[in-house]
């Protein structure tokens, strides 16, 4: 069953634009993750936010984390179309197996 | 370094039939997962091991077996494929179960018909 559950399912947004995708879980979590697919490709990590940490910057993406609403945020800076693909969140949560349970995805349209 | 390998990248199947899916990781990594993803559903996890020798069950282990042959190489074994089982299936591997990071294959397209 999913713990993390991604919104919108799809984002279709301008090159230069920002695009917002959000995850919320159930659960209490260790930390969450997002990665990337490219299309017909397997997933590229991209960040990693642990529970004590509400913020985290890698290049143009910034990721939040709320624990108190059990979601996420992952920001996307001044889009490029290099940035289409789907976005998905995972998350580990605390006392179990570690090992990370996945969202269904963003996918995120970004047109030049 | 190629990370992770799978073979084969396609595969049909008729209903009943059996195959092995490989995977490879190249980089000494302790744990090892396959998934499967199907449209809208996201990646589900089916078998996994945390390190040689062992395997576990993951979400949806019904239908498949898996041998971990030795630290590089982890496999998946569908005995008698069902028109179910069509999906992009991925291994990923990480240094340790749970460590932060998880690399992916490119995935393996297998429909059965």
């Known amino acids: 069953s999913q713990q993390g559950e991604e919104d919108p399912q799809a984002l279709s947004i301008q090159e230069g634009e920002n695009a917002t995708m959000n995850c919320s879980y159930k659960t209490s979590i260790n930390n969450l993750q997002w990665y990337r697919q490219n299309s017909g490709r397997g997933l590229v990590h991209l960040i990693l936010?642990?529970?004590?940490?509400r913020e985290k910057h890698s290049g143009r993406l910034r990721v939040t984390l709320d624990t108190s609403k059990k979601s996420s945020s992952l920001l996307i800076t001044a889009s490029r179309a290099a940035d289409t693909a789907s976005y998905f969140c995972a998350t580990v949560t605390s006392g179990g197996s570690y090992i990370p349970t996945f969202g269904r995805g963003t996918s995120l349209i970004v047109h030049p | 370094n190629a990370g992770v390998t799978q073979t084969p990248k396609f595969q049909v199947l008729k209903t009943g039939q059996s195959m092995t899916l490989q995977c490879a990781q190249d980089?000494?990594?302790?744990?090892m997962y396959w998934y499967r993803q199907d449209p809208g559903m996201g990646l589900r996890l089916i078998y996994y091991s945390a390190s040689e020798g062992t395997t576990d069950k993951g979400e949806v282990p019904n239908g498949y077996n898996v041998s971990r042959l030795n630290k590089r190489e982890f496999s998946l074994r569908l005995e008698s494929a069902a028109p179910s089982q069509t999906s992009v299936y991925f291994c990923?591997?990480?240094?340790?179960?749970?460590?932060?990071?998880?690399?992916f294959g490119p995935g393996t397209r297998l429909l059965v018909l």
């Open positions: 936010i642990r529970s004590n940490e």
């Open positions: 980089m000494n990594h302790n744990s």
């Open positions: 990923a591997s990480s240094e340790f179960q749970g460590t932060e990071t998880q690399y």
